[in-house]
């Protein structure tokens, strides 16, 4: 396992998330926890973790749910812990996209035994394709290297001087490109530490569009009236 792997324990049960979180940190990994589904999926967006530990049953999104959106974002290692010990769930998490399953209850070491087996499989392709660069028109958005870039017209790149929340922002709806997401979907996503409001996106998105249209590329984010925001026009 790579010294420094970050792991995603998504798991409501914070006596069980504590039992994970030293297993793993004395395995040598970095943890970042999510209690929801919802908060899964935001962190899973803005860290790109090497792992997902990912428990089936969740407030707000379940496990399922969270899993099916992180194959359609790529190929993130998922390791999913289910309490129902039955051959459904196994095959319907292996079906829509899992690595493996634990079933609870389970010995710890076994779960970090089980991490260190994906992220040695997996080594060299589900972390690149979250890494991957997306792309629309002359604008590129580096996950990894967390910068946006633009393509000028003589093939130079600029990378934009963009704050967290702006990247943030840029990276949640350069994913999904086509996708109109309502103010409270990115304020969720991108502004999840603190007590902001909805406007506060708007705010955010305006500099953002400004720092855009002075590199030359101009619509983008666009505002959907009465609903939100998606990357670009229709």
Not at 32 to 51: C, F, K, T
């Amino acid at each position: 396992m790579e010294e420094q792997a970050l792991v995603l324990v998504a798991e409501d049960d914070p006596d069980i998330a504590d039992i994970l979180t030293a297993y793993l940190e004395r395995a040598g990994t970095r943890v970042v926890r999510a209690e929801d589904g919802r908060r899964a999926l935001d962190l899973h967006l803005s860290l790109n973790p090497d792992l997902l530990l990912l428990d089936v049953q969740m407030p707000r999104l379940d496990g399922w749910q969270v899993l099916a959106e992180v194959r359609h974002r790529g190929d993130t290692p998922v390791i999913m812990l289910t309490a129902l010990d039955q051959d459904i769930d196994k095959l319907m998490g292996l079906r829509i996209g899992a690595d493996d399953y634990v079933v609870k209850p389970f010995n710890p070491a076994e779960v970090v035994a089980r991490v260190k087996a994906v992220l040695r499989r997996t080594s060299g392709q589900g972390r690149a394709a979250s890494r991957r660069v997306l792309r629309f028109g002359a604008l590129a958005v580096d996950l990894e290297g967390h910068q946006a870039l633009v393509e000028g017209e003589d093939g130079r790149e600029t990378v934009l001087d963009l704050t967290l929340t702006e990247f943030r922002l840029l990276a949640r709806l350069a994913r999904t490109p086509k996708r109109v997401f309502s103010r409270s979907e990115l304020l969720e996503t991108c502004l999840p530490e603190g007590e902001a409001l909805e406007r506060t996106v708007d705010s955010h998105l305006s500099k953002l569009r400004k720092k855009l249209e002075a590199q030359g590329v101009t619509g983008v984010p666009a505002n959907v009236r009465g609903v939100g925001y998606r990357l670009g026009g229709a």
